[in-house]
Every structure is written in C-alpha cells, then in structure tokens.
C-alpha cells in the first residue's frame, strides 16, 4: 500500500507540465533557423528595407532598435503575423519566423502610425526572390539560396 502514495504524487506532478504555448516553445517548433537577417529600425525606417530568400523556410530577423522611440518589428503574408515586443531605443529582439511559402510578405513596425510613416519594407520568398532590386532611399539584401 505505501508503494501506491509514493507514485501518487509523481504522476500529480507529471500532469502539471506542458501547454503554456509561450514563444520559446512555438519556436521550437519551427526548427532551427536556416539564416539570419540584421534589421535596423529608426525614424521612420527599416534598413534594409527588402529582403529576398530563395527558398521557404524559418528565418531569424535581428532587429535592432537604433532610434530614439520605441518600435518593433512584424512579419505578415501568406498565413504569417508574428512580431516582437516592444523594443526601446538601443535593444535588440529577434523575431524567428517560419516562412512555408513562396510570395511576398509585409514587414513593418506596428506601433501607432510608424507604417505609414515609412516604417516598412517587404520579404520575398521563392522563385519571386531573384530580382534583388535597389530602389531610392532603400537598401535591398538578397540572401544566399541553402
């Protein structure tokens, strides 16, 4: 009988783990990133302001906050809407996105109206990746097919 109460409360405790979802556990589930991506936020830009992978797959974007305001950084498209915390001026996040298709999708600092104050830029995907373009006022990277 005393063998029962031991095992009691192990399995008690067993039951307690898991589920939480926080962003540790989703981005272990989107495996390990296949590139990173230096990403530096002022007013009111994102430099570079496109970047290009080759293929789908899960990608880090470094963001810097080298401003004076606070900003952050979201990836939407295609299924796609993450972003980071808030990040005041002189921090850095990062943002591990997995980007399953090929196609274009917005980045963007959401807070207030930084979007639309120029705050944003593009990330392609696939075969669409291989222009590279450079447009005025805009820094492009294009990343290493893998």
């Not at 409360?9 to 390990?32: H, I």
């Not at 830009?45 to 080759?54: C, I, Q, T």
């Not at 299924?79 to 808030?86: A, R």
Request: with cysteine.
């Amino acid at each position: 009988m005393r063998r029962v109460w031991v095992l009691v409360p192990l399995l008690v405790l067993a039951g307690c783990g898991g589920g939480g979802g926080t962003n540790e556990s989703k981005q272990s589930e989107q495996g390990a990133a296949m590139q990173s991506v230096q990403i530096s936020e002022k007013e009111y830009s994102l430099k570079p302001s496109h970047v290009s992978f080759a293929k789908a797959g899960t990608y880090e974007f470094k963001v810097t906050n080298d401003g004076q305001i606070t900003h952050a950084l979201e990836i939407e498209g295609n299924g796609v809407e993450d972003e980071t915390e808030d990040i005041e001026p002189g921090k850095t996040a990062t943002l591990k996105v997995s980007l399953s298709k090929a196609g274009s999708y917005e980045m963007y600092c959401p807070i207030d109206s930084h979007k639309e104050q120029g705050m944003k830029g593009s990330v392609t995907v696939g075969a669409m990746s291989g222009g590279g373009e450079t447009t005025t006022n805009q820094t492009t990277t294009t990343a290493p097919g893998y």
